[in-house]
Nanobody, 125 residues
Framework: QVQLEESGGGLVQAGGSLRLSCQATGRTQNVGGMGWFRQAPGKEREFVAGITWSGGSTQYVDSVKGRFTLSRDNVKKTYYLQMDNLRPEDSAVYFC??????????????????RGQGTQVTVSS
């Protein structure tokens, strides 16, 4: 099994930055592509960004393009979501998820094999 644990969430003013981390432990050789999702109160869970195992390809939801950057360190088994120029509408619980397939992961949580418990991000106006 693989365990994923997010960290780095918190409260920040609009225009500020946060870097979320996702640490994988356990059978990390099973971790391929991974992604970040978010869910705000009363809203559906939303795909934010995804990255291949190699880190060579990424994809982002339109609302975060140019502001969020996804990266990974396969030696440290840690995956990062750098969030800049944050907006109040970015406030949500952010989840990392991973799947065994090494390709660019799909924007559907149901197609991932592992997920973390989430970290809260709150952006004040």
């Amino acid at each position: 099994q693989v365990q994923l644990e997010e960290s780095g969430g918190g409260l920040v003013q609009a225009g500020g930055s946060l870097r979320l981390s996702c640490q994988a432990t356990g059978r990390t050789q099973n971790v391929g592509g991974m992604g970040w999702f978010r869910q705000a109160p009363g809203k559906e869970r939303e795909f934010v960004a995804g990255i291949t195992w190699s880190g060579g390809s990424t994809q982002y939801v339109d609302s975060v393009k140019g502001r969020f950057t996804l990266s990974r360190d396969n030696v440290k088994k840690t995956y990062y979501l750098q969030m800049d120029n944050l907006r109040p509408e970015d406030s949500a619980v952010y989840f990392c998820a991973a799947r065994r397939d090494v390709a660019l992961p799909p924007p559907r949580m149901s197609e991932y094999d592992y997920r973390g418990q989430g970290t809260q991000v709150t952006v004040s106006s």
